[in-house]
């Protein structure tokens, strides 16, 4: 299977940048995915990336992409107390006839006020 | 809210014994898939079922069956339990099948075994 690498924690004050960042392994096109989870709560889809894509922004999130090292990272502008969760790394790929993901281990994000 | 539902929300059963989860997928999808997060594991992929067939299969236990039916929803089934099935099983959704779908997740059902 493979494999995808996250930092297990990350500590920001409220209003800087958090940068979260995240390996993965698979070497043909995929999708990559940012989920956040709060406590005691579901996955949220927060936003994707074809492997094929440097870049993408989205409101007070920026996705970047750097193919050769296979290294995702999620910057989120602006940081609030509400962003404080874990967020999720997860790659797309295909088993048999269907698909699935397979996530990192979480990154912890906590704000301070 | 990410449209997919399940239930129940809690579980709490003894060693031994058997239980079945329930989603509905967001309307529209065709594609059910089951996840179990786990302290010692993390988030792990089950099993896929699209339009009612099985498409993909992860690290699910023989213990562990699933179906979704002709309406679209999906049980998955967990019988002679172990301490260590205690975890949060989430399922997700997707229109197709295929790494470009996107997934959405239900809240989860959060299981207990004592």
């Known amino acids: 299977g493979e494999d995808v690498e996250q930092s297990l924690f990350l500590s920001v004050r409220e209003g800087d940048s958090s940068v979260i960042n995240c390996t993965y392994t698979?070497?043909?096109?995929?999708?990559l995915y940012w989920y956040k989870q709060e406590p005691g709560a579901g996955l949220q889809l927060l936003t994707y990336i074809f492997s094929n894509m440097d870049m993408k922004q989205d409101q007070r999130l920026t996705v970047l992409l750097n193919k050769k090292d296979k290294h995702l990272s999620l910057r989120i502008a602006d940081t609030q107390t509400g962003d404080s969760a874990i967020y999720f790394c997860?790659?797309?790929?295909?088993?048999?006839?269907?698909?699935?993901?397979?996530f990192g281990g979480g990154t912890r994000l906590m704000v301070k006020p | 809210d990410s449209g997919v539902t399940q239930t129940p929300k809690h579980l709490i059963t003894a060693t031994g014994q058997r239980v079945t989860l329930r989603c509905s997928p967001r309307s529209g999808d065709l594609s059910v898939y089951w996840y179990q997060q786990s302290l010692d594991q993390g988030l792990q992929f089950l099993i896929q079922?699209?339009?009612?067939?099985?498409?993909a299969k992860g690290n699910i236990l023989e213990r562990f069956s699933a179906q979704q039916f002709p309406d679209l929803h999906s049980e998955l089934n967990l019988s002679s339990l172990e301490l260590g099935d205690s975890a949060l099983y989430f399922c997700?959704?997707?229109?197709?099948?295929?790494?470009?779908?996107?997934?959405?997740f239900g809240p989860g059902t959060r299981l207990l075994v004592l």
């Open positions: 698979d070497s043909s096109s995929t999708y």
């Open positions: 997860a790659e797309s790929y295909r088993n048999n006839a269907g698909n699935m993901l397979t």
């Open positions: 997700a959704s997707s229109r197709g099948t295929g790494i470009q779908e996107t997934q959405y």
């Open positions: 079922y699209y339009n009612g067939e099985e498409r």
